[in-house]
């Protein structure tokens, strides 16, 4: 369904994945069948910025990967005419590997699609049944003429996801680099949780994945930060601490027992 979805309970927020996977054949990136459709004229401005500086000589230097991903770079500039992938099978990597969609019943799989929403530095936030083509593009990048991402991306965000997070808690698995371009404010900073892992990225990834796949299997509503950890403590050792200061997020530490 197109459009701002209705008030959810809850949501998930993600980092997409470097790692993608694309598809040979099938239909082209459709703007008018993407979620918030608020978001469209920022996600044309980044496409075409993304175009001009992904055509440079030194396009890898700029986009701040190596040069052995110089296919990966070609992808954005076919952002009009490759088919276009569901977000849901687009990304892949430790995190969308934990998270394992594919597996899921049901039931869960249609709690996935209304509460988890992806953070993206070209189209700012998908859900996962949104359709879109593969792409080499960091919220780190500082892109030509509309600078660093984050700050670009902030002010169109800030309109469409207050509503989104609706009236439960916002559980961020965001890295600090997507965190970046959106942070929950006033009353929403109240229910703000950040899911923190101790140790190495990749367990860090693995674990912010299993979290967000039991909160859907689970299926219950936590409205606040202490109900969230009761969930979350069901299956993962966790210590949850309070915000140092107002609006700043409610801290979830969680290993995996």
């Not at 694309?22 to 459709?37: D, I, T």
């Not at 992808?75 to 969609?101: E, F, I, M, Q």
């Not at 080499?136 to 509309?146: F, G």
């Not at 190495?200 to 936590?222: F, I, N, S, W, Y």
Request: glycine share 6%; charged share 20%.
């Amino acid at each position: 369904m197109v459009g701002s979805p209705t008030l959810g309970r809850v949501l998930i927020l993600l980092p997409p994945s470097e790692s993608k996977t694309g598809r040979a054949r099938g239909k082209p990136f459709n703007p008018q069948h993407v979620s918030f459709p608020e978001l469209a004229s920022t996600r044309t401005a980044v496409a075409q910025a993304l175009a001009r500086v992904s055509a440079h000589p030194d396009a890898a230097a700029l986009l701040g990967v190596s040069d052995n991903l110089r296919a990966d770079i070609a992808h954005n500039l076919r952002l009009d005419s490759a088919p276009a992938v569901p977000v849901a099978d687009l990304y892949t990597g430790v995190l969308y590997d934990a998270l394992d969609l594919p597996s899921m019943d049901t039931a869960t799989r249609r709690r996935a699609n209304r509460w988890l929403v992806v953070i993206s530095a070209l189209y700012g936030a998908l859900r996962p049944t949104d359709k879109i083509p593969p792409y080499r593009l960091s919220m780190a990048v500082n892109l030509a003429e509309l600078g660093p991402l984050a700050s670009a991306w902030r002010l169109p965000l800030t309109t469409v996801m207050p509503a989104t997070a609706g009236r439960g808690v916002i559980v961020d698995c965001r890295s600090s680099t997507y965190t970046a371009a959106w942070l929950p404010l006033g009353d929403l900073a109240t229910r703000w949780v950040q899911v923190r892992v101790p140790g190495a990225t990749h367990m860090a990834k693995h674990t912010r994945g299993l979290v967000a796949r039991h909160l859907c299997q689970e299926g219950l509503d936590p409205r606040t930060a202490m109900a969230l950890h009761r969930v979350v403590a069901q299956r993962f050792e966790t210590t949850l601490t309070k915000p140092v200061r107002p609006g700043q997020p409610w801290i979830l530490d969680t290993t995996v027992r």
